[in-house]
């Protein structure tokens, strides 16, 4: 097991001289008896708890000088991964011990974090345990899809189940923290943080930030297999200009209300403990030292009381930013407009002491940092248990476990989306006879894992081939040729793959990019399909093989040519450690298709941003037909290849008697919205309903379509189900250019179908 191993030989030498018992007596003031967020007791003794814990925090505060105090508010890096530009400090062992480290990131493993806390517990004068924080994304050992992937299940209890899944195993490897979920709105593809989060949709966005702060957090955050969130990277990370990873992020405070906050704002009322702040800057000021973010919006308007910690650098980097002159100016700005915790730059550990004696950070800043911080190390159980989350036996039992690894099959094929699907090359007989697997990334299983892979390793994961070679019969002949690279600039030669697909009776090709190509700092101005993969295709095809393609990727790319030479075409992402056998599943049909895309497919570069919630314009496409009258390219259609919530299955299903409750709402009114789905296929399947609407005249013009709901319902063939929605007032509402969160009276259009752009239609007026 990694650790980190600061200065370990010199603290374990003093280690032992501390009586333990003396340490926790003193430092348990008020023992927690049952710390955390409560659904049961209660509500005066979750108050009474709350008292007790603001006491207990209070008390140690006022114990604490002020080097302490900042102390608390450094951050400092481990060895477990690296993920970018981390100031390395020359002494970390001395500083810990004087209490000037409050926190460690980047650190995994029951034996050293046991050890590194036992620093902070028993060789500091106050005692005060260390939160060790990792970037739990999609899972620790056992690894789900990406949550791009994830979100194209729209399956929100599952999405919650690997998340609590990730937490037993993070927290069984003494990790108490995760940076995750990942809540940026994302509409530029060329941004490899796509991968990370929901998509390009608010709603979806906010349902999935509700889901995944419950994963991760549980019920009780005290429990030693919850962990503390951290809702990130707030705010707009996902708007950067040209999708340049870090890029400046300029927009409207209505678009950033209504589109890109929303699921921040349900992750606070979710309960997240922590937040991050982004790198990017909002309208010209950084958002680590954004106090109309931070102070203004999350704790002010939002009441969050949990604590925001920078992203990794962060203040140092308001320096390059053109916001501070230098490390003095940085940790200032930062401070006062509300970040409470430094990830690694070191500003605050060095200049925040001097800034408070001048006068220039006043000391209630700090002390309302640290007692945020102090909070969530108290909620998460750590100065009743500092080693709560060291429990070797738990370490050695509760990774990989058969239940986890079933759930990332199950979360794993229920995010695989299929895109295209002509005479029903889907799904295959496992007797088929010969079947040529051909693509670079068909062999392997390190990919599988996709970008921020926790603890996963590449062993542990199904390739596509595997998956396909335990699936198939025995008579049936698997040949595989790797056919080309991922990304090449020199011609290939594709005899291998050729000559395997000659003796094939179906191809099946991975095409897309590698595991690596999306995440952080992997953003690409050409969302093609990279090196020489669509020649190859094209090669293949003209064999005249009937063949599939399953997509591997952490973004929408351009697959236009694929989309109309293809028979059959799967996204499948990156799966995680199941992803062969979930893609074999689905290929042979033990899984029928369910998932939907949670962002558009743009059929050029030239389209993106693209989502499918635009505004109308003055001179829309569908209503004028004159060139000078639309609002169009002419080289190419507006619309998606595939649109924002599309998605087949090996079934089909039919919508039709779409009716609403009533055609008048009231402010204070219910309105039914009702569907008939019927199965109109040979076998039976899933398919997600969605509901959308458009509010037609508004004092702030409003997108031609919202989601505003959505239900996946089972349906065997032939038969029919009615699904009932509902929308309220609430739902229909906007920031106006008052930034008042409203509705105004007026006609609304309802539409519900199998994909954003394929609805039956209704209208209703709000009075
Ligand atoms: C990323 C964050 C991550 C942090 C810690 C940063 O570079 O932007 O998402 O949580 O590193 O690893």
Sequence with gaps: MKFIEIGIKRMQARFFHVQLALIVGALLLSPVSNAGNHTSGSQSTEAARKQKMERFINDLLKRMTLEEKIGQMNQVGGTFANTGPINPLSDQGKEMREGKIGSVLNLAGVDGIRKIQKVAVEETRLHIP?????????????????????????????????????????????????????????????????????????????QIAKARVKGFQGDDLSKNNTIAACAKHYAAYGAAIAGRDYNAVDMSEITLRDTYLPPFKAAVDAGAATFMSSFNTLNGVPATANEFLLRKVLKGEWNFNGFVVSD?????????????????????????????????????????????????????????????????????????????YCDEQREKTELLTP??????????????????????????KKSIGTLAVIG????????????????????????????????????????????????????????????????ADVVVMTLGESGGMTGEAHSRANINIPGN????????????????????????????????NVPSIVETWFLGSQAGNAIADVLFGD???????????????????????????????????????????????????????????YTTFEYSNLRLSQNVLTKDGKLQVSVDVKNTGYRSGEELVQLYIRDYYASVCQPTRLLKGFKKLAIEPGQTKTVTLTLTPEDLKYHNSKMEWTVEPGKFGVFVGGNSQNTLNEEFVLK
């Design 130 to 206: 260390l939160i060790f924080g990792l970037d739990v994304i999609h899972g620790m050992k056992t690894i789900f899809p990406i949550p791009l992937g994830e979100a194209a299940s729209w399956d929100l209890s599952a999405m919650e189940r690997s998340a609590r899944i990730a937490a037993i195993e993070a927290s069984a490897m003494g990790v108490n923290w995760t940076f995750a979920p990942m809540l940026d709105i994302a509409r530029d593809t060329r941004w490899g943080r796509i991968a990370e989060g929901a998509g390009e949709d608010t709603y979806l966005g906010v």
């Design 312 to 388: 990794a650098g962060a203040v140092g980097e308001l320096i390059p930013h053109g916001l501070a002159a230098d490390g003095i100016e940085a940790a200032r700005a930062a401070a006062n407009a509300g970040l409470d915790m430094d990830m690694g730059s070191n500003q605050f550990l060095q200049n925040l002491p001097d800034l408070v004696r001048k006068g220039l950070v006043p000391e209630k800043v700090i002390d309302d940092a640290v007692r945020r911080i102090l909070r969530i190390k108290y909620e998460l159980g750590l100065f009743q248990d500092p080693y709560r």
């Design 403 to 428: 239940e986890h690894v079933a759930a990332a099959r199950d979360m794993a094929r229920k995010s695989i989306v299929l895109l295209k699907n002509d005479y029903h090359l889907l799904p295959l």
């Design 440 to 503: 670079a990334m068909a062999d392997s299983q390190g990919d599988m894992i996709g970008c921020w892979g926790g603890g996963g390793d590449a062993k542990d994961a199904v390739s596509i081939l595997q998956g396909i070679r335990s699936a198939v019969s025995s008579q049936t002949k698997v040949l595989y040729a790797k056919g080309c690279e991922i990304e090449a600039n020199a011609p290939e030669d594709f005899t291998p793959a050729l000559d395997i697909a000659r003796q």
């Design 533 to 564: 993969q669509e020649a190859l295709l094209k090669e293949v095809i003209k064999l005249g093989k009937p063949v599939i393609v399953l997509l591997t990727n952490g973004r929408p790319l351009t697959i236009s040519w694929v989309a109309d």
């Design 591 to 649: 899984y029928n298709p369910s998932g939907k895309l949670p962002v558009s497919f743009p059929r050029v570069l030239g389209q993106v941003p693209l989502c499918y919630n635009e505004l109308n314009t003055g001179r829309p496409l569908a209503e004028h037909p004159g060139d000078f009258f639309r609002s169009r390219y002419n080289d190419v259609s507006n619309d998606a290849l595939f649109p924002f919530g599309f998605g087949l299955s």
